[in-house]
């Protein structure tokens, strides 16, 4: 029988967006019926967002992941597309065509122009990224409380590019922003390399450390274990913080049987060389402890992965394979759940 996890006052979760706010829905959902053990609805959670996919599109800053986690637990998400605002309506978009104006592959709805145009408005301003993203929260998250924060990975300027073969280029290759490689290309290209401009002179977003440091629990939720966990973890001293909190660190797998749940971490993975795996994902997290560069204590795989367990437990990675699917609320809280009692097993209750 597992040990009794501690009360969790605070848990912060490395998310990036569709996945990570999906995983984000069943944990409050979870914290609030009591499925999460130690857990409650006044356990503190603060969302650290990957902000390396955000794009300047017709002059508004344009934070994706940011606004696919606030727009989620706001409950003002399209429910079909996974992003954007529900009832949208793409006027602006239709309009900007006619013009001719570029790009056009890159749609932004009526609705969500407002959230981008008081960002970009805010941020000409002077105010720094955290700072705007407390103020748009204000209008979402209000009805939750204090007990939920997001904060960006960084208040730096952060863009992931992606080199593609292209033989009419001079070098055989070009660079494209990592919105261009997803959305335009569909990311039916390979990826020979993913650049991530500015993270290694960028420093954390207030209350991120913090965040990390006097957490009870830290999760890496199943998003993209390259441009979203990948990259928040990049953030100079944020895996370093991981690597040393007193909490325990636990990471759900995004892979589930031959591929991603959804999104391109295939993709993504292949670039740098991991295997498109459950098993190969935790071993590129790794294990934490004395020498070790590794961020968990504890991984979880989907049951149809079981095999895999032998080899993560042989490389120190404390591992249980459960069902991994956010089919709906009840379902993901049942994983955060096991998360929880993954991370805690054998310590002290």
Request: hydrophobic share 45%; aromatic share 4%.
């Amino acid at each position: 029988m597992s040990p009794t996890p501690p009360t969790l006052q605070r848990i912060t979760v490395l998310s990036g967006g569709m996945g990570g706010a999906r995983f984000l829905q069943g944990l409050l959902h979870g914290l609030a019926g009591g499925q999460v053990p130690g857990g409650s609805e006044a356990t503190e959670v603060t969302v650290v967002a990957n902000t390396a996919d955000d794009i300047w599109v017709h002059g508004l800053k344009v934070c994706p992941d940011l606004d696919t986690v606030m727009y989620t637990l706001g409950d003002g998400i399209d429910p079909g597309r996974g992003w954007g605002r529900r009832e949208e309506t793409w006027s602006v978009k239709t309009e900007l065509a006619a013009y001719g104006v570029e790009p056009t592959w890159f749609g932004l709805g009526d609705r969500d122009v407002a959230t981008h145009l008081v960002r970009t408005q805010m941020l000409a301003a002077g105010y720094p990224l955290s700072d705007v993203t407390t103020a748009l929260c204000r209008r979402w998250l209000t009805p939750l409380g204090a007990r939920l924060r997001l904060l960006p990975m960084t208040d730096d300027r952060v863009e992931t590019h992606v080199a593609i073969a292209d033989p009419d280029a001079p070098s055989g290759r070009r660079v494209v922003h990592f919105q261009e490689y997803w959305i335009r290309l569909r990311a039916e290209v390979p990826a020979e390399t993913v650049v991530v401009v500015g993270l290694d002179t960028s420093t954390p977003a207030p209350g991120v450390l913090d965040a990390i440091a006097q957490a009870d629990l830290v999760v890496l939720p199943p998003s993209n274990p390259v441009v979203s966990v990948g990259t928040i973890l990049g953030v100079p001293g944020v895996r370093d913080a991981v690597a040393a909190t007193d909490a325990r660190v636990v990471g759900l797998s995004p892979i589930v049987g031959d591929g991603p749940v959804r999104g391109m971490a295939r993709q993504m993975l292949e670039s740098i060389g991991v295997e498109v795996s459950a098993g190969a994902v935790g071993r590129h997290y790794g294990a934490r402890g004395p020498g070790s560069t590794g961020v968990l204590d504890a991984w979880l795989i989907d049951e149809r992965d079981a095999a895999q367990l032998p080899a993560l437990e042989a490389a120190g990675l404390r591992s249980r394979a459960v069902p991994l699917m956010m089919t709906d609320h009840d379902a993901t809280a049942r994983m955060a759940a096991a998360a929880v009692e993954a991370a805690f097993a054998g310590t002290a209750s």
